[in-house]
């Protein structure tokens, strides 16, 4: 009995051409590719944003200064605090108006002004 080579045109076995196992091999290696680069990017094409205030919550910021809280839906704001001006409250960390009101407050007046 006579003993050949095993393999044909695309089988993945000698004489394919392929030492890594043929199609099967390429579309492990293209996979493992794609998985890294997500890792490695830190899936940015994923974007995760996290809301300012939770559920049953709105956002109040302080007055004369650049800080913030949060107050429970029909409560009024603490004593210091003030809603936000309408129209530019906060929704999503770093949002347009989380990163406005980083460098802009309420003065006494509810004027609104540069933080220093």
Known sequence: ???????????????????????????????????????????????????????????VLAVGDTGSACVTNGEEPPKGMARYPEGKEPKKVDDKWDTYWRTHMLDKDGNVVEAP
């Open 1 to 59: 009995m006579r003993r050949g080579l095993k393999g044909g045109k695309g089988d993945g076995g000698a004489g394919s051409g392929s030492a890594g196992g043929g199609r099967r091999g390429r579309v492990v290696a293209v996979l493992v590719g794609v998985a890294a680069a997500v890792a490695l990017t830190g899936c940015s094409g994923l974007g995760y944003e996290e809301n300012i205030c939770g559920d049953g919550e709105y956002p």
